[in-house]
């Protein structure tokens, strides 16, 4: 069986990989959060899941690196740093990012891309969405995660379109831009919606988390599928295939 290391293993994504792994055909090789030994994790397992917080993936990374076990990174709240030493550990393990492990989301994805990419910038794109209360990044990684795939579809890159404060006298909206809303209360799991609007008609599509679980299968399916590969830098969209 693959043995995975958990990354943040008491955090609310850690307990629901460690409940439904040997359901998957995987085993927990540990886990470990603040203070812990991350590069013991490292090699004591066959691949990392790291769902713990921005500031400890550096650490993470480079002990994923230096025990040659591959990572996949769930954590949302990057910044371009982030990103840059995502893109340095990946020449030498395999690292697979996401801003959601949903395969529905995965999916959904796919489907705004080829939306955004069919539609042409005359149809705007909009992202909305809704988490607990307690969550402390906007927006979401997974907003964040669609937004970037509506840009592909437009050959673009989202840091030219994205649009997430609008507060007092804005303008009209700019064509072409993908705007954002975020919403924050109770116990929401995660809703995400994008709509693309046109002139006399709109698509909404639409993804609704019912519980953690869903994120929890996904990144051990990823981990599965990860696990073995050469280093690189891959996507939830080559787990499905897409």
């Known amino acids: 069986m693959t043995a995975i290391g958990i990354l943040g293993s008491d955090g609310r994504m850690g307990r629901a990989i460690a409940a439904i792994a040997a359901d998957l055909g995987a ?3 540990g886990g470990i959060d603040a203070g ?16 713990s917080a921005p500031s400890a993936l550096p650490e993470h990374l480079d002990a994923a690196a230096a025990a040659g076990t ?11 740093a982030h990103h840059a030493a995502i893109d340095e550990a990946a020449l030498r393990v395999a690292v697979l990012q996401t801003g959601n492990t949903s395969l529905g989301v995965t999916l959904l994805a796919r489907l705004v891309a080829e939306a955004a990419a069919t539609l042409g910038a005359d149809w705007d794109v909009e992202i909305v969405e809704a988490h607990h209360r307690h969550k402390v990044d906007a927006p979401s990684g997974t907003a964040l995660l669609l937004g970037e795939a509506a840009a592909a579809g437009r050959n673009s890159a989202l840091g030219d379109l994205s649009v997430v404060d609008r507060a ?15 919403v924050r209360g109770g116990s929401i799991v995660g809703d995400h919606q994008v709509i693309l609007a046109g002139a006399g008609e709109r698509i909404e599509l639409i993804h609704r988390a019912d519980n953690r679980e869903i994120f929890a299968r996904g990144a051990v399916r990823a981990a599965l599928w990860l696990a073995g590969r050469p280093a690189g830098r891959y996507r939830m969209a080559e787990v499905l295939g897409l």
């Open 27 to 29: 085993s927990v090789a």
């Open 168 to 182: 007092g006298l804005t303008g009209a909206r700019a064509e072409g831009t993908i705007g954002f809303a975020s």
């Open 70 to 80: 591959a990572i996949v990174v769930g954590t949302t709240g990057l910044s371009a």
């Open 36 to 51: 812990g030994d991350p590069l013991a994790l490292a090699r004591a397992s066959d691949v990392l899941v790291d769902f």
